[in-house]
């Protein structure tokens, strides 16, 4: 298991900007955000890796009393921790995220999956919700 405490993701809405001419780039808050975060999940890991099957779950806390999507912050957090190195994000067999009342903007809990969660995440008679 690896958990990491970053600042909170941008939201996947301001990830990207469009040129005039139609082409697209990382906006400059995420850039800022991402080169921070990669960092921090980096030191925070401590050369920890997970190389198969995993979950991700996130708890988030809320800036401030605006409307927010939450699964709108998983995009970013997920592409810190595959430049980190510390997951391949086809990977993910499971997402978890919740809002949290916390001293932290984003906790991050990474867990390698067991061959029965495997199982039952690959179960075909198992009924889909």
């Not at 988030?60 to 997920?78: E, G, W, Y």
């Amino acid at each position: 298991m690896i958990k990491i405490v970053l600042a909170l993701p941008p939201s996947v809405n301001r990830l990207w900007r469009t040129t005039a001419t139609g082409g697209m780039y990382k906006s400059p808050k995420y850039t800022t955000w991402l080169k921070t975060a990669v960092m921090q999940a980096k030191i925070q890991a401590k050369g920890k890796k997970i190389k198969g099957p995993y979950k991700l779950t996130m708890e988030v806390v809320r800036p401030d009393k605006r409307k927010r999507d939450l699964d709108n912050t998983i995009k970013s957090a997920s592409d810190c921790l595959v430049h980190a190195g510390i997951i391949d994000d086809s990977q993910c067999e499971w997402i978890e995220a919740k809002w949290v009342l916390s001293e932290y903007p984003c906790t991050i809990t990474i867990e390698e999956m067991k061959h029965e969660d495997e199982a039952l995440s690959r179960n075909p008679e198992r009924p889909l919700v």
